[in-house]
């Protein structure tokens, strides 16, 4: 059963940096493309970025409201993705859900999410 | 970027009504369209990539079509588990889009 698995949110001052992590299990996670999408409180889903497989040189792309401010990694060995998330604004308050792209499909979009972990930031 | 509309943004049906949202976008994009799922507190849930291949386990009331700008989800028998928002992305290009979401609720 696949099973993706968020945690690393909180609390943070604007300004401020937070890592989060997503723990797979299931499936060859190395395979796979993986992505982070958030949802602000009481508002619709935003792409924040996704990192490729190692076949594909685990390229990275990103939303332009992120892209310098958040950086998207992978460790194959531990079958987890994360989310390093500098400069933070009160913007960036939302549930961050991280999202597996499905292997042999084109374009390899979201076929699985995780629960979600939520990121607030405020003073 | 390309920019994803709904509609409508919301709309009330009873249990059996045939429901149909449609999705479009600012520019060609194929058929790089998906649609998900989201009930109130919950994650997301795939239901169709590729504009009309259902994810495994969807079931078959769920369909989807179109290509280029325009596309449809439709679902042939509403059931009380299909009560939710519903929302479409498009990954032909960098960054992937989501359309703003369609709720769907109890009449």
């Known amino acids: 059963e696949v099973q993706l698995v968020e945690s690393g949110g909180g609390l943070v001052q604007p300004g401020g940096s937070l890592r989060l992590s997503c723990a797979a299990s299931?499936?060859?996670?190395?395979?796979?493309?993986m992505a982070w999408v958030r949802q602000a409180p009481g508002k619709g889903l935003e792409w924040v970025g996704r990192t490729r497989n190692k076949a594909n040189s685990y390229t990275t792309e990103y939303a332009a409201s992120v892209k310098g401010r958040f950086t998207i990694s992978r460790d194959d060995s531990k079958n987890s993705l994360y989310l390093q998330m500098n400069s933070l604004k009160t913007d960036d308050t939302a549930v961050y859900y991280c999202?597996?792209?499905?292997?042999?499909?084109?374009?390899?979009?979201?076929?699985?999410w995780g629960l979600g972990t939520l990121v607030t930031v405020s003073s | 970027d390309i920019q994803m509309t709904q509609s409508p943004s919301s709309l009330s049906a009873s249990v059996g009504d045939r429901v149909t949202i449609t999705c479009r976008a600012s520019q060609g994009i194929s058929n790089y369209l998906a649609w998900f799922q989201q009930k109130p507190g919950k994650a997301p849930k795939s239901l169709i990539y590729a504009a009309s291949t259902l994810q495994s386990g969807v079931p078959s009331k769920f369909s989807g079509s179109g290509s280029g700008t325009d596309f449809t989800l439709t679902i042939s028998s509403l059931q009380p588990e299909d009560f939710a928002t519903y929302y479409c992305q498009q990954y032909n290009s960098y960054p992937f889009t989501f359309g703003p979401g369609t709720k769907v609720d109890i009449k």
């Open positions: 299931g499936f060859t996670f190395s395979d796979h493309y």
């Open positions: 999202a597996r792209g499905a292997k042999g499909i084109v374009g390899a979009i979201t076929d699985y």
